[in-house]
């Protein structure tokens, strides 16, 4: 089947309306399936903006799209398929970070971030992680339940962790926790939006300029010294910059290791299996990240030529958007996907850190992370169980990121 933009019927159907809801926490949208099955490149309309874009659901067509250098992750194209309303006025004053740089820039950048995630760096980081959580653990326990697991466990560990790492004082967390949280909720004004992220840059505008005159031992002020070397970087894309990892540093961590706790806890038999055989944490952590795949549209790009994909042609300048949990249900590559199996030995093959140049540069520290928090809980709080009926649980379904707002646990 050959099929391109131009030949979609403009009074055919109405497009399908994206993003489309998960009815189940654990599993993906129901339309992905038939997606896949049916047409797997397929156009729809931005609930945001009725704009189409155009929705990749296997796993190879995902893989095609971002590893094709034919695609740019540019939010400032105009076929760029936002999610949520930017001002045209807006948009000119966004100053682009890393994960939306298209090379030569962004392959300068990212070079010089990649020694801090290496899994070297990440393994000496690794008993420093296990420290924060040991604490938080011994604070719940201390406390006595119930209690709200994302306030008491999955917030802090990794904002504490990402704090450390880029030298920023875990002491003003509860500010950015709030500017970073608005800025991955669907539903906000862009007055509001604007106004969480001018408030975050302004903090951290301040913190930069200070590491400037005194750097200490941390990334931002490592960044900025290698910076004075070989310049890839003004002083306001360092906060740019400084702003990517501190949000995306915390908000994706803190949602999957509360939905990872809830997914375990809602598979009792799983969980027997795990405490069994704690050697099979690690490949646990990627079948939790494959099941929730909880940055489903965060690889969003625009085609700069014509590309095939899946046999259908993507014209130079629409949308695009490579569903990495779509992806990571597809039967082709998960045998029965909808089936948390912490066994499942292709489990590691998921693409819910992306894929390609812009492939999450803190994969190695998010595993170790979440193999830290899952061990550790389950070890300290071996009667750990729901506070709350599942049913009454609050899933953020209108986020960028998808996760649970409260997990009320005891024991
Ligand atoms: C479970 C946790 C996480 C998930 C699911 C996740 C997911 C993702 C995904 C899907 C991308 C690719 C976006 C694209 O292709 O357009 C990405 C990129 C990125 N992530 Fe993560 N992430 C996580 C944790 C982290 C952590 C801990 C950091 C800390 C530094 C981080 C920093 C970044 C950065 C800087 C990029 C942009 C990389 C680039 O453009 O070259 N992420 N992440």
């Not at 929705?55 to 034919?70: C, F, K, S």
């Not at 100053?95 to 990649?114: F, K, S, V």
Request: aromatic share 6%.
């Amino acid at each position: 089947m050959t099929q391109s933009a131009d030949t979609v019927p403009e009074a055919g159907p109405p497009l399908a309306r994206f993003p489309m809801r998960r009815t189940c926490p654990f599993s993906e949208p129901g339309e992905y399936a038939a997606l896949r099955a049916d047409e797997p490149v397929s156009r729809a309309a931005l609930k945001v903006n009725g704009k189409p874009a155009w929705l990749i659901t296997r796993h190879d067509d995902v893989r095609q799209v971002l590893g094709d250098p034919r695609v740019s992750s540019n939010l400032k194209l105009p076929g760029y398929p936002h999610q949520f309303h930017i001002p045209e006025e807006l948009l000119a004053q966004v100053r682009l970070m890393l994960l939306n740089m298209d090379p030569p820039q962004h392959t300068a950048q990212r070079r010089m971030l990649i020694p801090e995630f290496t899994a070297r760096r990440v393994r000496e980081l690794r008993p420093r992680i296990e420290e924060i959580v040991e604490e938080r653990v011994a604070a719940m326990l201390a406390a006595g339940g119930p209690v709200d697991l994302v306030t008491a466990l999955a917030l802090p560990v990794p904002s504490l962790v990402i704090c450390e790492l880029l030298g920023v004082p875990y002491e003003d967390h509860a500010r950015f926790e709030e500017w970073s949280a608005a800025m991955m909720n669907h539903d906000l004004s862009p007055e509001e939006y604007g106004a969480a992220v001018q408030a975050l840059d302004g903090y951290l505008d301040q913190l930069v300029t200070r590491k400037e005159s005194e750097p200490g031992d941390d990334l931002i002020s490592r960044f900025l010294e290698k910076n004075r070397a070989e310049p890839v970087a003004d002083h306001a894309d360092v906060v740019t910059m400084a702003r990517l990892m501190l949000v995306g540093g915390h908000e994706t961590t803190a949602n999957m290791i509360a939905l990872g706790v809830l997914a375990l806890l809602e598979h009792p038999e799983q969980l027997a299996q795990l405490r069994a055989d704690p050697g099979l944490l690690p490949n646990a952590v990627e079948e939790l990240l494959r099941v929730f795949s909880i940055s489903d549209s965060g690889t969003a790009r625009v085609a700069l030529a014509d590309i095939e994909i899946g046999g259908v042609t993507i014209r130079a300048g629409e949308g695009i958007l490579a569903l990495n949990n779509a992806a990571d249900h597809d039967e082709t590559v998960f045998p029965d996907p909808g089936m948390l199996d912490l066994h499942r030995k292709e489990a590691r093959a998921h693409l819910a850190f992306g894929y390609g140049i812009h492939q999450c540069i803190g994969a190695n520290l998010a595993r170790v992370e979440l193999e830290a928090v899952y061990g550790i809980l389950l070890r300290r709080i071996p009667g750990l169980r729901l506070a709350a009926d599942p049913d009454s649980l609050r899933f953020k379904d209108d986020a960028m990121v998808y996760g649970v707002h409260e997990l009320p646990v005891t024991w």
